[in-house]
């Protein structure tokens, strides 16, 4: 089945995000406007620990944000190692809109969103976060590993009726990470990439191990040369496994796509992972299938 207009993202949050996405869609018709403002409910949600400054922090205790954003004919922006802001979507929005760069990092994008006009924060954890992050210290383990039930980074792809495309992403990214860790939702091509000749695709989970296959540009390519979206995100999946064997128990990703036409796919490495679709006709939380 084909839809057009179609909103995807990821997880159980995805709900609201998307009916406000969809909202925007119907009033302003611009997908990149629906994509932004539709992530921008999550970065405010309280109760998600793992987007926004109410995120579970570093291993040093600060929570450091992540996000890109990206338009079917190559534009994009995106920050990285972001402290002290509220709405990263709309700073690596500003990036694309307002500077010749694609991506700026820790204190140059905290300096470029204060000249924006984009209020501080203060770094003061959020009660849920706070009170993890005590528990987290009692036996705090320097190597990070992901928690399965608990990644939850919004990434959103989004089809308008005209046939343009949009993607976003927004994350605190995997908690108690090395001060400066990156992961991949910043990363065009890895946590997200849009093409309207073609498809988007976006990603959750583990960062480094969807990096190491350049996750959403591999399924956007696979798309590209004829799979569908939910072809194109079981071999991403396959890929995954392949490339990162050694560490495959502490491991959740899922990936999401949709094609020109406005078919969609969805697909993860294990159970669990959620995501919601709206169209037209209908809006949905799904589970997605899973390789292992
Ligand atoms: C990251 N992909 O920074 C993100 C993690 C995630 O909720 O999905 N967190 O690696």
């Known amino acids: 089945e084909k839809f057009k207009p179609l909103i995807l993202a990821t997880w159980d949050h995805g709900m609201p995000a998307n009916d406000r996405a969809w909202e ?45 954003i990206m338009k079917g004919d190559g534009s ?3 920050v990285a190692f972001l402290r002290q802001i509220k709405h990263p979507i709309a700073v690596a929005r500003k ?25 501080l924060e203060s770094e003061v954890l959020s009660p849920k976060a706070a009170k993890a992050f005590e528990e987290w210290k009692v036996n705090a383990q320097y190597k990070p590993i992901i928690n399965i039930e608990n ?59 969807i990096i190491r296959i350049c996750g959403s540009f591999l399924i956007v390519e696979l798309m590209r040369q004829g799979r569908t979206p939910q072809e194109a995100c079981e071999e991403a999946v396959r890929r995954l496994i392949a490339k990162n064997r050694k560490d495959l128990d502490n491991l959740q990703v899922g990936f999401l796509a949709i094609n020109k036409e406005g078919e969609y796919g969805a697909y993860a490495l294990r159970e669990g992972f959620t995501y919601a679709m709206h169209h037209a006709k209908e809006k949905a939380l799904k589970n997605s299938t899973f390789a292992l």
Not at 35 to 64: A, F, Y
Not at 95 to 119: C, K, N
Not at 156 to 177: E, F, P, Q, R, V
Request: charged content about 20%; some cysteine.
């Open 24 to 68: 925007v869609l119907s009033q302003t018709a611009s997908v990149v406007d629906a994509v932004e403002e539709g992530v921008k409910v999550t970065e405010l949600d309280m109760d998600n620990l793992s987007v926004g400054l109410q995120g579970l922090p570093d291993r040093e205790g600060i929570p450091t944000l992540d996000a890109s």
């Open 95 to 119: 990036v694309m809109d307002e500077t010749p760069h694609v991506m700026l990092a820790g204190e140059g994008a905290r300096q470029f969103a204060i000249s924006q006009g984009f209020p």
């Open 151 to 209: 990644h939850d980074t919004i990434g959103m792809i989004a089809l308008g009726a005209d046939g343009k495309m949009a993607g976003s992403c927004t994350t605190s990214g995997l908690a108690y990470k090395m001060h400066g860790r990156v992961g991949d939702s910043p990363i065009i091509g890895a946590g997200l990439f849009v093409d309207d000749e073609v498809g988007a695709a976006t990603a959750t989970g583990l960062g480094e191990s």
């Open 76 to 78: 994009c922006g995106s």
